[in-house]
């Protein structure tokens, strides 16, 4: 399960930075283009929390939209949709992906 791995990798950020203290919250940055359903990864943190000991640390998530800048017609913006990487005005494929590829703990409370 890719949410589950992800996880994994979060945990092993967090303690990599925290020692052995209580962690409350973490706060991660999810791009919409990392195709993470946020209902799995929560689900999934509640299994890796335990399992990893620190069973107070609530997972904050920070959801970031796409955005996209054509090749084809220099337009900005969003995507229609998730699954497809394309120009919202020309569809076409040849586009620079500016965000949503975002997949980062970005800030940790602890006791
Ligand atoms: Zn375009």
């Known amino acids: 399960m890719h949410e589950l791995s992800l996880c994994h990798a979060i945990a092993g950020v967090v ?10 919250v973490v706060r991660v940055q999810v791009g ?8 799995s990864l929560e689900f999934c943190w509640t299994l890796v ?3 990893e000991d ?13 955005e ?32 949503g590829n975002e997949f980062l703990v970005t800030s940790l409370d602890v006791t």
């Open 49 to 51: 929390r335990s399992h």
């Open 68 to 99: 996209v800048r054509c090749g084809q017609c220099g337009h900005r913006g969003g995507l229609e949709s998730r699954w497809a990487v394309c120009c919202s005005r020309c569809r076409s494929g040849e586009v620079e992906v500016l965000r």
């Open 32 to 39: 919409a283009l990392r195709q993470v359903v946020p209902e």
């Open 54 to 66: 620190m069973p107070e640390a609530e997972l904050e998530l920070e959801l970031v939209p796409a």
């Open 15 to 24: 303690k990599s930075h925290t020692a052995g203290r209580q962690v409350d």
